[in-house]
């Protein structure tokens, strides 16, 4: 199994960091806006609505007792000889206070029996929000550490490998000469000539050639130097 990496860009491990920064950062404001929006709507239920529904009973029943009383009132004054008076208003009065009394206790009852598993099922949320907590605060700055670390590891490589021209105490790269060859690089190269006629005195096929080829032409133009001579003659 291999065991070397195989990174194709730096610049992708600084952008997994800052996205998980980010993450982190996004993360946390939101779960804490949860649990403030939780918290009020605990606190609606438990103690903002049990209160007004208490309330509201209190009223209605007071309510129904007026409206009692004022049928009562009706019947006993209203009555005119053995005529017994109607009172239909009161009865609609009495009929709507015991209603909104029945209404009233139902809403209160409602709230005292979901407020127990609304404060239940909240803690068992918070319990889980606990343990992303754990992650965001933990796992995540772990992560950007072990990335910082790869990079600073693939940067020092990155330096090793790749090669780094001379440069001067300044920070400056060095000057190319192009100035004239002295009178000791002329006579150095002059003094080469051993090594050519090395080369020359070698058995080199094409310096021997080169040589045969030469002494032809001196020959030939001895022969015609000779006939010249004799002709004038």
Excluded at 29 to 52: F, K, M, S, W
Excluded at 83 to 89: A, D, F, K, M, T
Excluded at 124 to 142: A, Q
């Amino acid at each position: 199994m291999s065991t070397q990496a195989d990174v194709k860009s730096i610049d992708t491990l600084a952008f997994i960091k800052a996205a998980i920064s980010s993450f982190a950062h996004e993360t946390g404001q939101a779960i804490a806006e949860v649990e403030l929006e939780g918290r009020r709507a605990i606190d609606y239920i438990t103690i903002d609505r049990a209160g007004h529904w208490k309330a509201e009973v209190r009223r209605s029943s007071d309510m129904v007792n007026q409206a009692i009383k004022d049928l009562e009132h009706c019947r006993t004054f209203k009555k005119v000889g053995n005529n017994q008076p109607s009172c239909i208003e009161e009865k609609k009065q009495l009929e709507k206070a015991r209603a909104r009394l029945a209404f009233s206790e139902e809403k209160a009852e409602a709230v005292r029996r979901w407020s127990p598993v609304v404060q239940q099922q909240f803690r068992e949320t918070c319990v889980r929000l606990v343990h992303f907590h754990e992650v965001i605060d933990v796992d995540c700055p772990k992560a950007m550490a072990r990335i910082e670390r790869m990079i600073k590891s693939l940067d020092a490589y990155r330096e090793m490998s790749s090669p780094r021209p001379s440069v001067n105490a300044d920070g400056s790269a060095p000057a190319t000469s192009v100035a004239r060859p002295t009178d000791d690089g002329v006579k150095g190269v002059a003094g080469s000539g051993d090594g050519v006629k090395g080369v020359a005195g070698s058995g080199d096929p094409l310096t021997a050639q080169t040589g045969n080829i030469s002494g032809d032409r001196l020959s030939a133009d001895g022969d015609s130097s000779s006939s010249s001579g004799t002709g004038g003659l």
